[in-house]
């Protein structure tokens, strides 16, 4: 199974059936008719109406043999991963902007709430992954997942400069007063 598409993909089952007995000198199988197949619904796939048959032959030492083909499309279901991934990775996303209202001089709480989200998402993505199958490439939920991740941790990056930049104006307006201070005493 290819999983880059993961949870999108979609996936084709092929089944041959052949005699490795008999040669087509002894049995020669053909389809009788088409094969139809009603649409099912399993616990994670959705298998399509749609399928392909084929007959060929091929030769080996033994003679020819002939084998037939079915080829099944089946499509994951979607409703588990938009309800346990896609719907709370949202809520988290739009959450990370509650700190973009509060006042810069709760850079405390405003820490707190972004790291708590960073950590949930870390969590989600470790979650997700530890129910899937071990591949060497990125699939497109683990995509989906790194860009929630980014972007609220640049909601936690926007904290510190904002908080920076407050920082550095309320040293320039006390050092100012200091100045007409000074100046008003002396």
Known sequence: MDLRNFPFDTHK?????????????????????????????????????????STSVTTYIAGNFTIMEVELSVVREQGFYLLQVFVPTIILSVMSWVLFYM????????????????LTMIFLLGYVNSSL???????????????????????????????WYHWQATVKKKKGQEEVDNSVAG
Request: charged share 25%.
């Open 133 to 163: 199958p071990k591949v060497s490439y990125v699939k497109a939920i683990d995509w989906y997942l790194i860009m929630s991740l980014i972007m609220i941790s640049l909601t936690l990056v926007e904290t510190v400069m904002v908080y």
């Open 13 to 53: 089952c092929k089944l041959l059936l052949t005699s490795y007995g008999h040669n087509d000198t002894f049995m020669r199988y053909t389809w009788k008719r088409d094969v139809t197949f009603k649409e099912t619904s399993l616990q994670q796939f959705k298998v399509r109406e749609k399928v392909k048959t």
């Open 103 to 118: 006042s810069p001089d709760q850079v405390g709480d405003r820490l707190a709430i972004g790291v708590t989200l960073i």
